[in-house]
């Protein structure tokens, strides 16, 4: 991850990748958002969030060799350890290791509203909090 990145990370897509001889540590690591990235004068008090909104996902993923990570799906999602959303989503699990959480959730996406008037520039539209009934 671009630790230069504080205010958007793309969602990550990755079909028919090969993992061979990948121990669970070297699989993934998501950090979060460092403390630097706190600009009140900018975010009122919030964070620069992108560490926290990381979705990668992968399909037709095979892992090869003697050393894999602990699961081996084919078909998965690694999502950000984001407080009180991450442990909401259905059929995902914390790896500590990774600082992220193992997903096997169809239904996950990356929501991304753009100011384009005339004064996107002058202001800001965030924070914005969406919640949902586990939360």
Known sequence: MNPYASDYIPRQEFTDTIFE?????????????????????????????????????????????????????????????????????ENCAFNLVWNAWHCTNDNLGVLIAIADDGDAFDRMVSPVWLTNEAT
């Open 21 to 89: 001889d990948v121990a669970e540590g070297a699989f993934a690591f998501l950090m979060d958002p460092p403390e630097k990235w706190h600009h009140p004068d900018d975010c009122i008090g919030f964070t620069c969030t992108a560490p926290s909104n990381i979705l990668m996902q992968f399909q037709n993923t095979q892992f090869l060799g003697t050393t894999t990570p602990d699961n081996t799906d084919s078909k998965f999602q690694v999502i950000s350890d984001t407080a009180e959303v991450s442990n909401t989503m």
